[in-house]
């Protein structure tokens, strides 16, 4: 792939999460804002969503801090992997990498899982208490989700049993891949084939994207995608 190439699927994959990320606010009532260089929200995100998204290479500091909740918890996504926060009183919580999935690459395999799209609010807590933990879940995942056509929830059924789920979102060209995990102890390799067979069926002909980082990138690597670029998480701790 040619660089001119990597350089725009990269760019598909950054508006496509800032998108989703828009979706997930919208569901609780926060409608952010799209400008040149960044998505932000003016009111503080949901655990685990980003207050601030850098849509270009070029942004700034002042682009992602301006017209949002700075204050401790506040996190920004450093899409291209170019800002330095520490200025502004922000430590790096993660690193990652935006990976793609070609439309036309043949399946990994058949899916090891059935995967069923989830339509009921009381299927969303349930996919949502499965993807937190026992713990208990904290209120991300709200069901006005389920009626966004370009979100579908996926939850990956073994026999009966709630094994596992992602969720998918169309945009900017794109499916981005997002939340995916495991139940039980179950390999995490049998979702990530279990949802590129589900893209392909709600989704036909679209090339898949998404970020991971740590001990969860190999599986996907494993199962076709490719690496495109660097992102990393800033959080502001006090």
């Not at 685990?48 to 506040?74: F, M, Q």
């Not at 893209?199 to 190999?218: C, I, N, Q, S």
């Amino acid at each position: 792939m040619t660089s001119a190439g990597t350089s725009s699927l990269l760019a598909a994959a950054v508006q496509n999460n800032a998108e989703w990320c828009d979706a997930v606010c919208r569901s609780h009532g926060l409608p952010g804002a799209f400008g040149d260089r960044v998505w932000r929200s003016p009111r503080r995100t949901p655990v685990y969503y980003p207050d601030s998204v850098t849509l270009r290479p070029d942004a700034v500091p002042g682009d992602v801090l301006l017209g949002i909740d700075a204050s401790p918890g506040c996190s920004v996504k450093d899409s291209y992997a170019g800002l330095d926060l520490t200025p502004h009183g922000f430590t790096e919580l993660f690193g990652a990498h935006w990976i793609h999935r070609a439309a036309d690459l043949p399946a990994p395999g058949a899916p090891a899982l059935r995967a069923e799209r989830v339509r009921t609010a009381g299927g969303l807590r349930a996919w949502q208490d499965a993807w937190h933990g026992a713990d208990g879940a904290p209120d991300v995942f709200r069901p006005t989700l389920l009626e966004d056509p370009e979100a579908v929830v996926i939850a990956f059924l073994d026999v009966d049993a709630l094994a596992g789920g992602a969720v998918l979102y169309r945009g900017a060209g794109v499916v981005g891949v997002s939340n995916l995990f495991a139940a039980g102890g179950r390999d995490v390799a049998g979702a990530w084939s279990s949802v590129i067979a589900a893209a392909a069926g709600h989704f036909p002909g679209l090339p898949l994207v998404g970020y991971e980082h740590g001990d969860d990138l190999a599986p996907a690597l494993d199962s076709g995608f490719t690496p495109i670029g660097d992102l990393r998480v800033w959080l502001r701790t006090g």
